[in-house]
């Protein structure tokens, strides 16, 4: 059973590219959320999905960022414009419920480092 | 929500038990106890959980104190692929988590 996969490990853009993430959660789960963990700082909640609709999204700026989570295929985070501030590595995580009343796991992919240059 | 603390960082010696505290005072009678860690370069992985009773799996072992204020991360024998941060969180309803700054554990040889 495969893990969470994130695609790509790696992805350098220039300031004004556009960055397209790719999570494809585990088997079976309908549950996707995003983070976000700045160079030394702590992970970050982004925006949490089911399949076609955004749950969530506290954690995501206004601007420049979206999330999907469609019917067939990965979730995707589009960053817009991207920016130096940008730099960082995301995460994707799964989970099979939301998992209310015992405990969610989430299970997290290797992640996306972006650098902007 | 609820907030954590947390110990900066721990040091052990391989194949020693390390015990990894988090206090909780203003914990929920519905939040359950998580601890997820971090290697190097990778993502978080989940390494326990519980609520109100002791817990052990293959992992670890998780020790909550009566009050549940506060919980304790038990690694029976560390080992250098222990090195990583530890994060205890509380969650208490679907969606995110919300990772404090953990406590990073290196490991000796």
């Known amino acids: 059973n495969a893990g969470v996969m994130q695609n790509p490990r790696h992805l350098v853009r220039r300031r004004g590219q556009e960055a397209r993430l790719r999570c494809s959660p585990m088997k079976g789960h309908s549950h996707v959320y995003w983070y976000r963990q700045l160079p030394e700082e702590g992970l970050k909640f982004m925006v949490y999905?089911?399949?076609?609709?955004?749950?969530?999204e506290s954690g995501m700026p206004k601007e420049r960022f979206s999330a999907e989570f469609p019917k067939e295929g990965p979730s995707i985070l589009r960053i817009q414009q991207v920016v130096r501030g940008d730099s960082a590595a995301y995460f994707c995580?799964?989970?099979?419920?939301?998992?209310?009343?015992?405990?969610?796991?989430?299970?997290f992919g290797a992640g996306t480092r972006l650098s902007v240059l | 929500d609820a907030k954590t603390t947390q110990p900066n960082s721990m040091e052990s010696n391989e194949e020693e038990p390390v015990h990894l505290p988090c206090n909780h005072s203003t914990i929920s009678g519905t939040d359950y106890i998580h601890w997820y860690r971090q290697l190097p370069s990778q993502g978080p992985e989940y390494v326990i959980h519980?609520?109100?009773s002791n817990v052990n799996n293959r992992m670890a072992s998780l020790a909550i104190a009566e009050d549940r204020k506060s919980s304790t991360l038990i690694l029976h024998r560390a080992t250098l692929r222990d090195a990583a941060v530890y994060y205890c969180?509380?969650?208490?309803?679907?969606?995110?988590?919300?990772f404090g700054q953990g406590t990073e554990l290196s490991v000796k040889p």
């Open positions: 519980g609520l109100t």
């Open positions: 969180i509380l969650y208490n309803q679907g969606g995110k988590l919300i």
């Open positions: 999905l089911q399949k076609e609709n955004i749950i969530d």
């Open positions: 995580a799964s989970s099979p419920t939301s998992g209310l009343g015992w405990g969610n796991i989430q299970y």
